[in-house]
């Protein structure tokens, strides 16, 4: 389990594509299943023995492994179970050296990401360097470094998942590096961060937390050539077992993963009107936003129009 029962104020968030248009919130318990050897072995782990709450409150269970698709809304008893997202939760096996990681790609595949690596690094000769940050007082570099680039990215401008900034959740993650469970990830140019990548584990599984580039490089592919770059220090280390990329199905998360694991994150809430009625509005909203994607990924410009938001919102 990556997040334990907790109290949380969950969100539903109404988007169209990328565009997050407003959020309801939910006060619940929530938890978030991660990827272990027994997610990846066991379909359909069944939630026992929910924690009691007042009448008020509900639960939210997050990256549940389910073997089939689920419906979307069932009825039992007094709850209403809604399956907001259904998904393939890929993540990387890190009981294996680079080399072998590396065997796994299809040859041109493999060849694609070298080249792009070798560009990067040839067109900024020796201007380049990549660090790893693993101790609280590293951090410290970390976070001033890549916070330039997070408060530009279309990550915090437009999805608001940029790095975070408040002081009580960066003395968290310090406190988690002070156990060895922190790995940040830095690719710069003349001293300056173009791409970033944060990563905190759970136990025996690390999980990817917050990733970030400059648009300015978004030609040489930093965001790829920092994965890469990573995950080869990653695998060196054999400190970890899996790398966990959480929730999306992005183009680079299929593409450096081993495997997947298909799961379902899950509001059960009181079966109330106003609850039916979130739900329902909810439920139009990701049905416009795919109706949408579809349409524009038939007519070609699905990417073109993603792009010219990212800018627009930087």
């Known amino acids: 389990m990556i997040t334990p029962w907790h109290t949380s104020e969950q969100q ?17 318990i929530a938890c978030e299943l991660g990827v272990t050897d027994d997610t990846i072995e066991q379909n359909g782990i069944s939630i026992e023995g929910l924690p009691r709450v007042d009448s ?33 939760r890929y993540y990387i096996s890190l009981n294996q050296s680079f080399e072998e990681y590396k065997a796994g790609f299809r040859s041109k595949t493999r060849s694609t990401i070298q080249r792009k690596v070798r560009k990067f690094e040839r067109d900024h000769s020796n201007r380049t360097d990549f660090r790893v940050y693993r101790s609280p007082d590293e951090l410290d570099e970390f976070f001033r470094l890549a916070k330039a680039v997070s408060d530009i990215s279309y990550q915090e401008r437009l999805l608001d998942a940029g790095l975070p900034s408040a002081a009580s959740t960066i003395k968290c993650i310090k406190k988690e590096a002070d156990g060895g469970n922190v790995r940040g990830y830095l690719l710069l140019v003349d001293g300056c961060a173009v791409s970033y990548l944060l990563l905190i584990a ?26 890469w770059k990573a995950i080869e220090n990653l695998l060196s280390e054999k400190c970890f077992d899996f790398l966990d990329f959480t929730e999306g199905e992005g183009e680079q998360k299929r593409l450096f993963s081993t495997g ?4 379902a994150n899950t509001y059960i809430l009181n079966n109330t009107m106003k609850n039916k009625l979130i739900i329902r509005m909810h439920m139009v909203f990701n049905n416009m936003s795919c109706l949408l994607g579809k349409g524009l990924d038939g007519l070609g410009i699905k990417s073109k129009i993603r792009k010219l938001i990212r800018r627009a919102a930087i």
């Open 202 to 227: 759970s136990g025996r599984t690390i999980i990817y937390k917050y990733l970030g580039y400059l648009t300015d490089y978004i030609s040489y592919s930093v965001g790829t050539v920092l994965h």
């Open 56 to 88: 008020n409150t509900g639960y939210v269970v997050r990256g549940a492994p389910v073997e089939d698709r689920l419906p979307t809304i069932t009825v039992e008893g007094k709850y209403i179970h809604y399956v907001t997202t259904q998904y393939k």
């Open 12 to 28: 539903l968030k109404f988007q169209l594509g990328d565009l997050n248009l407003f959020t309801i919130s939910f006060p619940v």
């Open 260 to 263: 997947y694991v298909k799961c």
